[in-house]
């Protein structure tokens, strides 16, 4: 249940940080090796999560404000998650050394990489995506998150900066959160896209999502 502005972050942040700081764009695939690149893969995954993710929390934010849709993202971006994790045959994740979701914690893996991606971008170079390599040949595909739309700071810039009614939103669905105080340029966290053996597509029948 409780997944909603990570979703945010990714939603709004990814696609559009790529060209700059090194998020996500959507790739363009060229030939069938490409295809089975693990980061052209990851992402993919990503970039068709941005679409979904913006597109349910546009229409609600449009409808009913930023508050409304901490609720409603926090029931729809797993299940938009698992969706593109099922179809993509890969398991998505995401990670945050200062996590709204609890269940977003980064693990030692995904803290090297986000003070890779931390030190790439103080020195003005795009964060670029690692790969780790299985011994039996999957991959883990991890992604940064950089914030880079106004519309994200709505939910995780400065707490006295932010909505009463949305401050008040976020305390009651995540009482532990740790996602505030964010500038635009900052790194949030990560996208952690697991590759099975094989490629893509491969993952459908073991994957659980690890979120």
């Not at 979701?101 to 020195?123: C, I, M, V, Y």
């Not at 009651?172 to 697991?194: F, N």
Request: charged share 25%; glycine share 10%.
């Amino acid at each position: 249940m409780k997944r909603c502005l990570f979703a945010i972050a990714a939603g709004f942040l990814v696609v559009a940080a790529d060209a700059e700081e090194g998020g996500v764009e959507s790739p363009s695939v060229e030939s069938p090796v490409a295809a089975e690149d693990p980061v052209v893969v990851a992402k993919a995954a990503a970039a068709e999560a941005f679409g979904k993710l913006s597109a349910v929390l546009s229409a609600e934010i449009s409808g009913k404000g930023v508050a409304a849709a901490i609720a409603v993202c926090s029931e729809k971006a797993p299940e938009i998650l698992a969706e593109i994790s099922r179809e993509k045959g890969v398991v998505m994740a995401r990670a945050s050394e200062r996590n709204r979701n609890p269940g977003n914690h980064a693990g030692t893996e995904d803290r090297k990489a986000l003070a890779d991606f931390l030190a790439s971008l103080e020195e003005g170079k795009p964060a670029a995506a690692q790969v780790e390599r299985q011994a039996d040949g999957a991959a883990v595909v991890r992604l940064p998150i950089v914030i880079n739309s106004e519309l994200c700071l709505k939910c995780h810039g400065m707490v006295d900066e932010i909505e009463a009614a949305t401050l008040a939103a976020i305390r009651k669905e995540y009482p532990d959160d740790r996602a505030t105080g964010y500038q635009a340029g900052d790194l949030r966290g990560l996208w952690r896209i697991s590759i099975p053996a094989g490629g893509a597509g491969e993952a459908e029948d073991r994957q659980g999502l690890a979120d």
